[in-house]
């Protein structure tokens, strides 16, 4: 599955913006798909989840209650709204498939088979 981010740009402490995630080439329903993201000179790290039906989502800690990911199966694609967002969020946004009946948690990269390019979000203060 081929996968692309947008959606990012400049947005000042407490601002929102949205990403997308569009995916084409597999059946976009038999994947779950995270939102990662890595700051400058730090790993990559989990964001948060979306289970193959939408059902289920799932989020780190520092972003719970701020983000909201979901999906449009129809239009194989899937959202982060980042909503009060910090200075500490700016970082390459990725977003990744992983088919729903493989093995590993919705947390680590390691389980994800498909990335996207990445889109940056930068927040200034």
């Known amino acids: 599955v081929q996968l692309q981010a947008s959606g990012g740009g400049l947005v000042q402490t407490g601002g929102s913006l949205g990403l997308s995630c569009a995916a084409s080439g597999r059946t976009f329903s038999r994947f779950t798909m995270g939102w990662f993201r890595q700051a400058p000179g730090k790993e990559r790290e989990f964001v948060g989840a979306i289970s193959r039906l939408g059902g289920s989502t799932y989020y780190s800690e520092s972003v719970k209650g701020r983000f909201s990911i979901s999906r449009d199966n129809a239009k194989n694609t899937v959202y982060l709204q980042m909503n009060s967002l910090k200075p500490e969020d700016t970082a390459v946004y990725y977003c990744?498939?992983?088919?729903?009946?493989?093995?590993?948690?919705?947390?680590?990269?390691?389980?994800?088979?498909?990335w996207g390019q990445g889109t940056l979000v930068t927040v200034s203060s």
């Open positions: 990744a498939a992983k088919r729903f009946d493989s093995g590993g948690g919705y947390y680590h990269t390691g389980s994800y088979e498909y």
